[in-house]
């Protein structure tokens, strides 16, 4: 940079050509090539009658994909962590109490919003790499009185799996909402909102759903929407106030902000693709994938994190072995192969890589070039991997 | 919609397919098609070498548009609002007394920031469609002790352009840092935030950068960072909190949330064409268009809302003539012509017409498609305006 910072040539700047890296970290997934057309369709008015008819279905097919008949479904105009930001400020006020199960950065982030705004945080410490303990939540309950309790149903930083049935029931015995983190879980795996009584969700366009970054779809029930309609104090965040993006977004159409337009563009085509194939054929390949791709990295000699029974499919967090280096290996990963994983997070730092299986990079042909680039590189490092991991993925596929 | 909500049949929903909008409202302006390319590269990862690299290039050339040596200048991942919100929750701690300067919404908007994160509002009232008066906010200020003083440089609601240089000393002769918002001055006026003393400015990418909305360009002076350094409280928006953010965008590289990717590829390519047409040049252009888009205005008989020495160049707010359907000249400029242009805001519903000369949008031929197809509405609708539009617009740029 020169000594003025602010002097720029633009002969400097080249044009955008980021490669073709396949995207098996923790997000962003690859993006479909509709995707990225829709995207680039004309911008327009956030209030053209054509942008609101748009509007409109993007919040049909996103109904579909949460499963719910909630009105108030709509993506937020920033990240996944925004939707968390929003589901926090529109149901909790000053004082509230409220229960957070934390097994991972994403739970210790609800925490650290929950303090941000006033909350009174009653923390469940569970152990990182592993679901959520129904009975310590359901402890840490009734020993309070809590206006929400809030699990991530997928860690993203471990690849664990909360099953949500038996919280959401203590949530709702003790009178509380009950708050879920789906960013991870999300059109990969069953998330059925009003089945599962699920009051307050929030996800992430980049992850299973397979659209750029940018959005985080949420969802509130009736009686979300009541708490939020029963506030005795103003939501802390102007951006992010439900009551106000509710009249944008419903049938009012007033004035909020300007959306998000070409990203409302991709979203709505991501969600048309994943209605195109079902939710069931969706999950089922998500676990197909995720039970090929296990099967190959045992069969190589390499351990998973998570115990079989809660691990998620579409994150797979699997144990670097002794004295191979974590950032050599995603480094020849990244240049040798254009594949990108990701290293593990907070406690997991350099113990973990985090293999994505989400969405449109859940595909068997990327299973087949994770675990052949995977062995070719640990040879590459010293370490001598059992032979057999193809025959072992390949089993999965042939017995499914 | 069916009974069930969440049921859905995908061949309901057709591909995306806007129409060619010309936009000449109040936002979002015409995006030209490189900017939608480089949006439509491939999704890569959010700590991609390239895409830090990209990052890098993209800070580069906001700090060239902003005319800054600021090493905090950065889009923020959410809309122009999310800047506005950005810039006061990271300055103003509870009990801060905060001056704003209100003439019209945007400034509106900004109190109603500030009394939500328990900021004490001063507000300087001034009159919808005039620029802030300097000397009424030096009698405000002089009144109390204010941490920040602030003011909307270009009114949307209403196309009045507040110099900065006064009022720039006005709040450092008080101690206090000087917040602009910039969101539609930006690109195209002169916006040079070290020249005019700016501490905290943020923009939108929707408006005279042309490219689709999405992002917040912000930038923070030293003496900006310092009272963010100096915080006594922790920033109640998580998402928004610059003492993490920075880190991502900074050397360390550090993850807080994940990078609107394909938002960022797009700003990048916006601000690499600016950088090509030159900052001097674009205004220039703007200034251009606005002038003869006024004399075939002036020329049919219609008349400008705000005087002539207090106008904004991109944003045009026309009075509507007595008896003049506002909303069916508008449908029929969006129907029969494609030409999308705004409506009033607040007081000016129904008074006024808002006409963008922003960025793209900003071109001799769109000033003349509209002036005649408004010549042409205007007649339909029963009103006789008088002829020489064209001729009043052309003697503008022939004199140029």
Redesign the interface.
Known sequence: ?SA?????D?KD?R???????L?M?P??S??PARV???????????L????LE?MN?TQ??L??L??????LTIPV??????G??ACFVNLVEPGDEVVVAVNGVFGT?MG??V???GGKLVKVDGEWGRAVDAEAVARTVKGCKPKVVAVVHAETSTGACTPLEDISKIAHEAGALFLVDCVTSLAGIDVPI?RMKIDAAYS?T?KCISC???LSPVTFSAAAVKALDQRKH??????LDFSMIRDYWGNERK?????????I??I??AL?II??EGLEARFARHWLNHRALVAGVEAMGLSMLVPEKERLPMLNAIRIPDGVNDLKVRKAL?NDFAI?IGGG?GQFAGKVWRVGLMGHSCRRKNVFLFLSALEAVLKAEGLKAKPGAIDAATAVYASA
Chains 1, 2 share one sequence.
């Not at 044009?15 to 890296?21: L, N, Q």
């Not at 949460?66 to 009105?71: H, R, V, W």
Request: with cysteine; net charge negative; hydrophobic share 35%.
């Open positions: 940079m003025d910072a602010s002097k720029i633009p700047f044009d955008i050509d980021p490669g073709d890296r995207l970290g997000g962003p690859d993006v990225l057309q829709a995207m680039a369709a004309p911008c327009i008015g956030h053209d009658p054509y942008f748009t279905e049909q097919l109904r579909h949460f499963q719910t008949q909630n009105a105009s920033a990240t996944g962590s925004a968390m930001e982030r650290d919003i303090n941000r705004i009003d992430g980049q750029p970054p940018g103003p939501v802390v965040s102007w951006y004035y909020h902000h300007t959306a998000p337009v070409n990203m563009y991709a709505r085509e048309r209605a195109e990244l990108e997070l």
